[in-house]
């Protein structure tokens, strides 16, 4: 393995476990209780878990729209400095509601800081790469995606909520930024196979 090298691909990470637990169990399980002990019923146990799981499904809930919008990106952001300390020259780079992606094509390396583990840079040989394709629909959106290590990332190149042709302007602009994405990937993993060989 080349330094610094991440041995297994984590799309998700302790710290997103830790969120979850959090506002899904923690903060909804306070709320509850200061409910049930200020009401004139008193404490109940049957009460008080009835209103821990409402208010755990609704703080989960937020929580992932919030991701969904990339609202962990102050998270990511403060991650992605740490990349220029990286013994490799990662001259193209994406950032989506997934994450982050860098390419090295010239060395044949990626690294990736996803959205669901945002305190680790993860760093990969080419090689590591599987199937990378365009993905564009009006109905779906386009995107690129490829798989490391047989897990899928999407990387959508318009985020939009309303149907955008891939023929108009805009849709065009989307689909093209996401060939050339694929085209980097491969020529990376070519070149990660080619250094392998020597």
């Keep these: ?32 209780l200061i409910g049930s002990l200020t009401s004139d019923i008193g404490f109940r146990i049957d009460i008080f878990l009835g209103m821990t799981i409402v208010f755990a499904i609704i703080a989960l809930f937020i929580l992932l729209l919030l991701i969904s919008w990339g609202n962990f990106s102050f998270f990511v952001k403060r991650t992605a400095k740490g990349i220029g300390a990286l ?33 680790k840079i993860q ?14 629909s009006a109905f779906t959106g386009i995107r690129f995606v490829f ?5 899928k990332i999407s990387m959508p190149t318009l985020i939009t909520n309303k149907m955008v042709s891939t023929k108009s ?9 996401a060939d050339t994405f694929v085209e980097l990937l491969l020529a990376a993993k070519q070149n990660a196979g080619m250094g392998a060989g020597r």
């Excluded at 990969?124 to 199937?131: E, L, Q, V």
């Design 169 to 177: 302007g805009i849709g065009a602009e989307a689909v093209s930024k």
């Design 147 to 151: 798989y490391l290590d047989g897990k």
């Design 87 to 119: 013994p490799y020259q990662f001259n193209s780079s994406f950032q989506s509601r997934g994450g982050n992606l860098y390419i090295d094509v010239e060395n044949g390396m990626i690294a990736f800081i996803s959205t669901y583990n945002p305190l």
């Design 1 to 32: 393995m080349k330094p610094h090298e991440t041995e297994k691909f984590q799309r998700v990470g302790s710290f997103f476990y830790l969120l979850l637990l959090i506002c899904g169990v923690g903060i909804p399980a306070i709320i509850s």
């Design 123 to 136: 760093v990969f040989n080419a090689s590591r790469i599987g199937k990378a394709e365009t993905l564009a």
